[in-house]
């Protein structure tokens, strides 16, 4: 029986690996093909994306400019569009791609559906908060079918970029400061965004981004120079992006800014040597915004068509908005600078995503309106965002458990403009969702009618803030409306404050050099406490902020982030306690701007103190660490950790088992987390490193045995070349719930 069924096994083995050769052998022939046929203009197309230029459902376009773009996309010019929405729109153009030009090669039309398209999660920063990566892949399934159901198939997400600096604007959109936990997140909206089969027409491709190092901008400013070791590159920015690509993400996008003196656009260490040849990647790299033209103005190319020169060669495929390689490939190849493989190269990864979506066999394939209804913004979708949104929420602070509040019987003052706005808790990169569509923080309040709930919104936070390309103007002096929300907080039982940044703070461009609450809040915040010191803080924000003056006087701190349409049930269910918050930061809370870039994976050097005079590592007038770790969060009940135990199962794996009980009178999640120290090593190893976590469910008094199994590249690290390095030595394991914890095998 037994010989027979592994005969059975390798035959259906052998069967559904023959089956996938031929697939790819299809493939392969049919892109062969249509390569054969194509003109080199053709092939630029291919390699030439443009953002939406007009209604493609109205008349022709008028102006120069997008004549001459209407006048391309006819001639197979065109091989991608960003920016499009809706399935009249998408369908129109597609039409003109398919049925008007010699090929009829399809386009690809991409987006940026970085949380959500129309219901809106958490932002990325805020659902990385939840640790949990089975929610995280369900809220990017949901965000993919929402925006396939609109047409598109493409999104310019996952952002995978690890950042340790609270003053980039872009930290909202990433995983925050660890490696280990961001490659973990990465895999799971990867997962999520492109499912099982891109040919689904509810999946879409993805794109891991930004390739590399954007995280690292010098102070923390936008597109601003990154100069940093290969240690750092390979062992803290890389890690995201290789198991981006082993998770088979359709397509990557190359970063403006420069690495070392070479900007990443025209990198062929990264994207040739690294990404296309160590890790055999065979998707496509997208240039980001106009990145192949930037690198005139990075002092890198002299021109355009050298722009162009260096972007091909270095790997980047696909052209986003520089028209470069429409412009020049054709001169570069007459002048023999480029041959003509490294173009086939680029289009033919280009039309292999085209064909894993379907597109050849139905370029209309997204383009579906019965989906529009049943798969977008709908009650499940938005029960998904509420549950998210409570497992993102980090509580920070609750002292003499001033949370979870009664439910009746209370006077409550809930105090500032961001409590009553539905838009902000959006955040940036909302992609479609309907302008104020979050359930605001009273609106999420009001459900628990047993409780006098009374708004006042205080002074004005920001004086205009209905801007999109420009910057918010932010109230630092008009008190007016402070006295009204003073006189209500001293009427109270409890004030209920919300503060913290707009929805369009943080992002893009929004790089900020002050990372305390914007404005006039924090007077705001002290006068309030002059009056009644029952104060819930909720912070709304897209970073982590400097909350000290907060800390050391408010009972209560919620990290609430920017959690997207269902922001104010979840808050409301949390601050009542029908949830139990879980929630730990994904990057560190710094006490003061001095402090950043702070982080937990930091380094020992040579005199880490503390000692009792003044030659060691820290600073005169600040603490070493931040005001709150990563890994951080509080719950209403209390886990204890207990009986860590170290065996070695053989020469390649450690096993780490302990336990944690539930201890307090709620039910509740934690996040075990299990961190490693190697105490010496050829390279400087960092004090932790993140090497398992957990979120589990315990009722009250339960206790669970956990048992991790440690290999050796677990505690290898990669050295200057990218190879993972393991040296025998002493290694020191931590578990907790915080990369604070000292609960150790030593
Ligand atoms: C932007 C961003 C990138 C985005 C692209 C398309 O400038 O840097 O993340 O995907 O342009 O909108």
Known sequence: MKKTFYILLSFFTLASCSNANSEENKKEKFIDSLLSKMTLEEKAGQMNQYNGFWDATGPMPEGDYQKKRYKELKNGQVGSMLNVIGVDQIRALQKIAVEETRLGIPLIFGHDVIHGYKTMFPIPLAESSSWDLELMEKSARIAATEASADGLHWTFAPMVDISRDARWGRV????????????????ARINGFQGQDLKDSLTIAACAKHFAAYGFAESGKDYNTVDIGLQTLHNIVLPSFKASA???????MNSFNEINGIPATGSKFLQRSILKEKWNYKGF???DWSSIEEMVAHGYSKDLKSAALSAIKAGSDMDMMSYAYIKYLNNLLDEKKISIDIIDDAVKRILSVKYDLGLFSNPYLYCNDVREE????????????????????????????????????????????????KDSPLGN???????????????????????????????????????????LNVNNTDTSGTYSALKLAKESDYVITVLGEHGLQSGEGRSRSNIKLPGIQEHFLKEIYKVNKNIVLIIMN???????WADAHIPAIVESWHLGTMS??????ILYGDCNPSGKLPMSFPRSIGQVPIYYNHKNTGRPGPSDYVFWSHYSDEKNDPLYPFGFGLSYTNFEY?????????ERTINVKFKVKNIGNHSGKEVVQLYVRDLYSSQTRPVKELKRFRKVQFQIDEEKIFNFVLKKNDLGFLNDSGNLVFEKGEYEIFVGGSSKTNISSF
């Open 568 to 573: 104010g049930n979840a808050l409301a269910s």
């Open 642 to 650: 207990s009986n860590l135990e170290l065996s070695k199962a053989d």
């Open 285 to 287: 790299i997208v240039s």
């Open 374 to 421: 049943e798969n977008i913004f709908n009650d499940r979708n938005r029960a998904l965002a509420l549950d998210i949104a409570q497992e993102s929420i980090v509580l920070l602070k609750n002292d003499a458990n001033i949370l979870p509040l009664k439910k009746s019987g209370l006077k409550i003052a809930l105090l500032g403009g961001l409590a009553i706005d």
């Open 246 to 252: 082993k998770a088979n993400v359709a397509t990557f």
């Open 429 to 471: 990169w909302r992609a479609k969702a309907p302008k104020n569509s979050a359930i605001s923080v009273k609106e999420g309040l009001i459900k628990y009618n047993n409780n006098t709930v009374k708004f006042q919104k205080g002074p004005k936070l920001f004086k205009n803030p209905t801007f999109i390309d420009g910057h």
């Open 542 to 548: 897209g970073r982590p902020l400097d909350l000290s």
């Open 172 to 187: 909202m959109e990433g995983a925050g400061e660890d490696p280990y936990l961001g490659s973990k997140i990465a895999v």
